[in-house]
């Protein structure tokens, strides 16, 4: 009879335990469940499940972590804390997939939130762990992406991910592909190697994780670029996937805005007809890359900004400023096109003569950055055809700048000064109004010391005539000012 009821006991502890887990899963993959009592006290029961007899209380227990730490950096401490993950990690090996698959969830989740814990995961051996799982062709694509994770943070955790060795990353994603002798070759080096995989998957995965490596340093870059990466990446714009498409030129971006070696090395391999090439047939918030790529190679020097203009990379931004809603995509594109124009009166002629400027005022809010990349190409451009339209409705700080060109240009000129009577511009210029004494009243007054009072008074009257009787007068009237 006691026996009985020792049995019974049990099985009733058992079923306990295992609703237990079963509804701690479950609330766990709600973020609003993160605020409970006695977290340190419940999270450090998970040390003891995660070890259970059964497995799939062990698998379980894994999941509900994951989940947990997911939602709360605090909860993630806690479970670094209490080493739980330590734990977590040195029981890989001996688990089943449907484990392992769990833990890797966790770590990169833990990953996730900070440097601090990133660095946390490698310490405690995560790194050796996911060499193990990604041995393991079941496991091997949840376990993949822990590395971008882990490499995402800073350059530390990166570098750590770059140092470990192959065997113990993602060389086993595509073991099929590699030979034994290529075991010990660097992480990048087969990382390079795995972007042939026919698994778009493991093209985003590999991809994912050479983007968080890149980003952080120019020695990590470097290392990226060593292994060739380009040739091997833009072989992947051909993909069917969208996504794999849209990684590489995201990787490129973060190779390129690191300096003018990287982005020359990048042009020379043929990158820009590639990019603009995307840009043409993507659509979207997934133009954004694509359009840092052109700004970011055209920041780095004129030699680079033209390139990206023969490219025509400075029509598909015309085009994107044109076609897209997205006020991201606008302001990406407002920026590259500021890259491309503010070296010199030929890359400001470029941008002008697009018809961009009007389109770029159109954008305009006043944010620093935007009016920075507007300033800076009409500080540059000397082509006043292409200046005329902002006379109609640019902001006063704007104006001025748009009124100093003239000003400079038009004194000096004849030629351009009766282009400036018989376009309009100068009835534009007399109809402004402007507070006396400031800045854009003298820009106004400078402009109109360059006619004779004679045209300036007859001008209203005389500009809706035909435009050849307005030649015919200009040259009666002498229309410039005889400087001798």
Not at 152 to 157: D, E, F, G, L, S
Not at 285 to 312: Q, R
Not at 402 to 427: C, I, N, T, W, Y
């Amino acid at each position: 009879m006691i026996q009985q009821q020792m049995i019974e006991a049990y099985d009733r502890f058992l079923l306990l335990r295992t609703e237990f887990m079963q509804t701690f899963v479950d609330l766990s993959k709600n973020p609003q469940n993160m605020n409970f009592h006695q977290k340190e006290k419940i999270i450090s029961q998970f040390r003891l499940l995660t070890m259970d007899e059964d497995p799939s209380i062990q698998h379980n227990a894994a999941v509900a972590l994951g989940h947990l730490v997911e939602h709360s950096e605090e909860l993630a401490m806690i479970v670094v804390k209490k080493d739980i993950l330590g734990q977590l990690i040195k029981s890989i090996p001996s688990q089943d997939q449907h484990y392992k698959k769990a833990a890797a969830f966790v770590l990169r989740a833990v990953a996730n939130h900070s440097p601090e814990l990133s660095q946390a995961v490698v310490d405690c051996g995560g790194l050796d762990a996911l060499g193990i799982s990604l041995k393991d062709p079941e496991v091997k694509e949840a376990a993949a992406w822990a590395p971008g994770n882990i490499a995402q943070q800073n350059a530390m955790p990166a570098q750590a991910v770059v140092d470990a060795d192959a065997v113990s990353l993602p060389l086993s994603l595509n073991t099929s592909e590699l030979v034994w002798e290529e075991v010990n070759m660097d992480t990048i080096a087969l990382l390079a190697q795995m972007i042939r995989s026919p698994d778009a998957k493991v093209k985003r995965q590999v991809l994912s994780t050479l983007i968080q490596i890149t980003k952080h340093s120019v020695k990590l870059a470097e290392m990226v670029i060593a292994e060739d990466i380009f040739s091997e990446v833009m072989v992947c714009l051909q993909d069917p996937d969208e996504h794999v498409k849209t990684d590489v030129i995201t990787l490129m971006w973060e190779v390129v805005r690191h300096n003018a070696e990287f982005a020359q090395k990048f042009v020379n391999c043929g990158g820009l007809a590639e990019v603009v090439d995307y840009l043409d047939k993507s659509h979207g918030s997934m133009k954004i890359p694509g359009i840092m790529v052109l700004g970011c190679v055209a920041s780095h020097g004129e030699n680079l900004a033209m390139a990206v203009i023969l490219s025509k990379g400075l029509h598909q931004l015309a085009i994107c400023l044109s076609e897209e809603d997205n006020e991201h995509i606008k302001g990406a594109t407002v920026w590259s096109i500021g890259q491309i124009g503010h070296h010199t009166p030929e890359h400001a002629k470029a941008v002008a003569t697009a018809g961009l400027l009007p389109k770029v005022l159109l954008f305009y809010t006043g944010a620093s950055s935007l009016e920075k990349s507007l300033k800076n190409i009409l500080l540059k451009c000397t082509h006043l055809p292409s200046l005329e339209p902002l006379l109609n409705n640019a902001p006063s700080n704007i104006l001025n700048h748009v009124l100093g060109k003239f000003s400079k240009v038009l004194p000096h000129d004849s030629e351009a000064r009766q282009e400036f009577v018989m376009s309009g511009g100068l009835s534009k210029v007399q109809e402004m109004k402007a507070e006396p004494g400031s800045a854009l009243w003298k820009q106004i007054n400078a402009i109109k010391s360059c006619f004779q009072e004679k045209i300036l008074y007859y001008f209203p009257f005389i500009f809706h005539c035909q435009k050849n009787s307005l030649i015919n007068y200009s040259k009666e009237c002498n229309l410039t000012k005889n400087k001798s």
